[in-house]
């Protein structure tokens, strides 16, 4: 059983920053896929970023495209940890924020479903 455990979130002013660290359990960290999620109040879970395993050592980033060039996700496998900071915060980031992993399959990397393991959640609140 792997267990995720979300930290780093709080609130901040529009314009600022967040990073958001992700410590996972499990031997086998460094061949999963692990991605960032959100849910805001009323709506439904939406992807957000992910860092999938392909091969040894390789491994590929995606964003959700309204995100791309403010959010950058990041691993250290040795720390079995993942990261997602955020730059450039927006009233409308404002969520819980989930991080989610999965042994590497090549499948969807972008709906929620395809992952297997989930944290708690940590709120983001951006201020305007």
């Known amino acids: 059983q792997v267990q995720l455990v979300e930290s780093g979130g709080g609130l901040v002013q529009t314009g600022g920053s967040l990073r958001l660290s992700c410590a996972a359990t499990?031997?086998?960290?460094?061949?999963?896929?692990m991605g960032w999620f959100r849910q805001a109040p009323g709506k439904e879970r939406e992807f957000v970023a992910a860092?999938?395993?392909?091969?040894?050592?390789?491994?590929?980033?995606y964003y959700a495209d309204s995100l791309k060039g403010r959010f950058t996700i990041y691993r250290d496998n040795a720390k079995n940890s993942v990261y997602l900071q955020m730059n450039s915060l927006k009233p409308e980031d404002t969520a819980a924020y989930y991080c989610?992993?999965?042994?590497?399959?090549?499948?969807?990397?972008?709906?929620?479903?395809?992952?297997?393991?989930w944290g708690q959640g940590i709120q983001v609140t951006v201020s305007s």
């Open positions: 989610a992993g999965r042994r590497a399959s090549g499948g969807s990397f972008y709906r929620p479903h395809e992952y297997d393991y």
């Open positions: 860092t999938t395993w392909r091969a040894e050592n390789t491994y590929y980033a």
């Open positions: 499990g031997r086998t960290f460094s061949t999963y896929d």
